[in-house]
């Protein structure tokens, strides 16, 4: 036998119908295999509402409770109830869903089961645009990005808003677990997902989602994005613990370049608009580290 | 036991007795004082439930149908713009084939800002998939919400209903209510057990994406469901009269009709007013009934057409109004009858929008109004009843 | 198309293994193994999308019902010893 990194048991069937190289396809397997059998998922209107397949079809090996776009804080909170009423304990409820279901349309429902302590796991998949419906800009779009709603025109039009720091107002709800994962880090993202498993209350995932058709990349490239993601600290992995701030990688600080060349949507960047880009990646990062303080 | 009520506590009251076991709900006026009353039931241990204090009647609905998924009985109460908010996912639970109870405290949609009665908000949900009850007083909003799970619960039905309470005239007026025993109430109706629902461990995704191929037919079996829900009204009614002696008319409740040439066709707590009238003026020699429409989904076609065959005149009295057309349920009963082999003349009265009263007096004006249009024939087929600038006078 | 709206359940709920969708016909690009390199890291099985390759003796199986040719695995392995050949050749 051999000894592999992350569980090996599945709890997806092959046959989802996502797009080759889809990195939500691999944040649903790593997080089933950090939670297990004994989960229940809703999802909203999002990718992941149609990769499951068209009826019959259904590729998670847990139950799967299909909400509306703006539902998901309340479905997980209607579940837990039935749950709870029910008497049956021994259950993790997860909300799955996408960037703008989660912080445009889904923010306040999931504000409101935050903010109402509901046991279970909220896990957004970022794919930092509306992927599904052909890629338009959402609250998470980072700056600089061309989506088919931020057109990149002959006034160098590109989305000149940063994405909303959705880890931040999780922070602010004051729940008691909050981390980021990456597709290039499964065994980070397995252990973060078991552990937010044994906590009680409302926790919070935010996973980066890399999407081939939407970024403007070849699909081989999904883990190497990801993975330069982490390096070049656009998106650093993290958790937060009762209010306490871990960096579990710290990344070698990679220019950013490298992270952003690989995708046609930023393609159209300026050298200054990219060191602008630096510029913001840098402050936050020194932020963070500020954040966590001397190590222990 | 007997007690005194609102129509609030009497909806709280059919609540609890029917054992609801989540309770999902966001205060608006004037129904705040229902889900007030359950979370007091809930947190004093006299309810057995989860009560979930959501931030909106959106969420309240989608609590709900996740909860009823997992195979809890669930409850919610709205008014107006809750209603309103909740249209999508109303869609949601009756596509998903989910029997949740709520109450509507009908109460008119802004601007301008109102907070009293009209039925515009329950109206313009006739299409989400629900049964529509509308109540006449308290003890019918209790009894229906017990009568609602039993009816919406069986296997051949599984929808969801919505009891309509009219604002103030029935959320805030106290009445003698009877509350039935428990014990009675748990032997009428038994707990809710639906043959699918998330059971941990099982493979089972609820509310899949499906084909052309497939949608019609699902659909197909929610209208069959909504018929079957007609014949459910009729015999759960049957039976609670037997276990609790009460009746309420089934989907049309028909006062008086059976020599009557001029009928008033209406909805909700008006029609007691109507009964009043149509007393009076069968006093005086008139021959003139009501037609109370108690479900207005299912929609009485049968009941409406057998009335109108032996009437020479109907009066429909909308608490509502569709813009570019008429009153919504002037429409229906229309359409209902039109196929019939003898017509009567009809009349749309459209009045008590946003609270305004509808007095006796006005009520008698439109039943010798239509009379004389029975007689001589319809100008106005639809008539806006007591504005002023208007010529006509109605008070 | 259904035989009868009588044969469906009461909603749409879907109970049967999305391996029933042979997702592997989207391919264009197929990828092969090289056993005689391969190291046994289960790098590609881990970033596989679509759980499409299974552990035999710690050597990657790649179902080709429902590989659809992303070439994650080609270009995450160490050893490189998973190459990607245009469908209908080699």
Redesign the interface.
């Known amino acids: 036998m051999v000894k592999t990194t992350i569980p090996e048991e599945e709890f997806t069937y092959p046959g989802s119908t996502g797009c080759p190289g889809c990195g939500a396809n691999l944040v649903m397997r790593y997080l089933l295999k950090g939670l297990g059998g004994r989960t229940v998922v809703s999802i909203p209107a999002c990718c992941w509402a149609v990769m499951p397949g068209y009826w019959p079809s259904n590729c998670l090996k847990v139950p799967l409770l299909y909400t509306a776009f703006e539902a998901t804080g309340a479905a997980i909170s209607g579940l837990r109830a039935a749950f709870d009423v029910k008497g049956v304990e021994d259950v993790t409820i997860v909300g799955f869903a996408g960037d703008g279901g989660t912080v445009d349309i889904g923010l306040q429902a999931m504000s409101g089961a935050a903010e109402r302590r509901t046991d279970a796991i909220y896990v957004m998949y970022d794919n930092e645009a509306y992927m599904n419906t052909g890629i338009q800009r959402s609250g998470s779009t980072p700056y600089g990005a061309w989506t088919t709603t931020t057109p990149v025109g002959p006034k160098h039009e590109f989305k000149k808003e940063p994405k909303k720091d959705i880890m931040a107002i999780m922070e602010a709800h004051g729940i008691p677990y909050a981390a980021t994962v990456s597709v290039a880090h499964p065994e980070d993202f397995v252990k973060k997902a078991a552990k937010a498993k044994k906590i009680k209350g409302f926790r919070f995932i935010h996973a980066l989602s890399p999407c081939p058709p939407g970024w403007r990349m070849n699909p081989t490239q999904t883990i190497e994005v990801a993975r330069l993601a982490v390096e070049t600290h656009y998106f650093p992995l993290y958790e937060i613990e009762e209010g306490k701030l871990r960096i579990t990688r710290k990344g070698k600080g990679t220019p950013v370049s490298e992270f952003l060349k690989l995708q046609g949507r930023f393609s159209h960047l300026t050298e200054a608009e990219v060191d602008s880009i630096q510029k913001t990646i840098d402050e936050a990062w020194k932020r963070l580290l500020d954040r966590e303080g001397p190590e222990a | 036991m007997r007690m005194v009520m609102t129509g609030n506590y009497a909806s709280a009251y059919g609540a609890k007795l029917s054992r609801a ?2 309770i ?1 709900a966001y205060p608006i006026t004037p129904q705040t004082s229902i889900v007030e009353k359950l979370a007091e039931f809930v947190s004093s241990g006299e309810l ?3 009560y ?5 009647e ?3 609905m ?11 009985r ?1 409850y919610t109460a709205t008014s107006s713009h809750g209603l309103t908010l909740m249209h ?2 109303l869609m ?1 639970a009756s ?3 989910l029997p949740i109870v709520m109450t509507n405290v009908s109460r008119a949609m802004a601007p301008p800002w109102s907070v009293w009665v009209d039925n515009m908000d329950s109206i313009a949900q006739r299409d989400t998939g629900w049964l529509q009850f509308f109540c006449q007083n308290n003890q019918e909003v209790l009894d229906t919400i017990i009568m609602a799970y039993k009816i919406c619960e069986s296997r051949r039905v ?1 929808l969801p209903a919505m009891i309509i309470e009219d604002a103030f005239i029935l959320s805030h007026t106290s009445e003698p209510v009877d509350v039935p025993d428990q014990e009675v109430v748990d032997r009428f109706l038994p707990p809710y057990a639906p ?2 629902k ?14 052309p ?2 949608y019609m ?2 659909r ?2 929610d209208m069959l469901a909504m018929k079957e829900a007609a014949e459910r009204v009729k015999a759960v009614e049957k039976e609670f009269k037997q276990v609790f002696g009460r009746e309420y008319g089934g989907l049309l409740e028909k006062y008086m009709c059976d020599d009557a040439e001029t009928v008033l066709i209406t909805a909700g707590s008006v029609a007691a007013t109507a009964k009043d009238v149509v007393d009076a003026m069968r006093a005086r020699g008139a021959r003139v009934g009501l037609a109370r429409i108690r479900a207005f989904r299912p929609f009485p076609h049968e009941e409406l057409r057998a009335l109108a065959s032996k009437v020479v005149g109907i009066a429909v009295l909308d608490r509502s109004y569709t813009f570019g057309a008429a009153g919504a349920m002037f429409t229906e009963v229309k359409a209902s009858v039109y196929s019939c082999h003898k017509r009567p003349v009809m009349k749309n009265y459209i009045a008590g929008l946003g609270g305004r009263d509808i007095t006796t007096k006005i009520i008698s004006n439109i039943m010798d109004d239509m009379a004389v249009a029975a007689k001589r024939g319809v100008e106005d087929e639809v008539e806006w009843v007591d504005v002023a600038g208007l010529p006509r006078r109605w008070r | 198309m259904t035989k009868s709206y009588e044969d469906l359940p009461l909603t749409p709920i879907a109970d049967t293994p999305s391996t029933m969708n042979l997702t592997g016909l989207w391919r264009v690009v197929r990828p092969l193994v090289d056993k005689s390199k391969c190291k046994k890291c289960t790098t590609c099985w881990k970033f596989c999308p679509d759980a499409a390759i299974t552990l035999v003796d710690g050597f990657p199986v790649i179902d080709l019902n429902y590989c659809k040719g992303c070439g994650i695995c080609a270009h995450e392995c160490p050893s490189k010893c998973i190459i990607m050949v245009k469908e209908g050749e080699a």
């Open positions: 076991e989540v999902a057995k439930a989860q979930i204090p959501v931030e909106s959106h969420s309240a989608a609590a709900c149908i996740a909860a009823e998924t997992a195979g809890a669930t999508e996912v949601w596509g998903a084939r599984m043959e699918l998330i059971e941990v461990g099982k493979a089972m995704g609820f509310g899949s994406l499906v084909k191929d497939q037919e699902f197909y079996k």
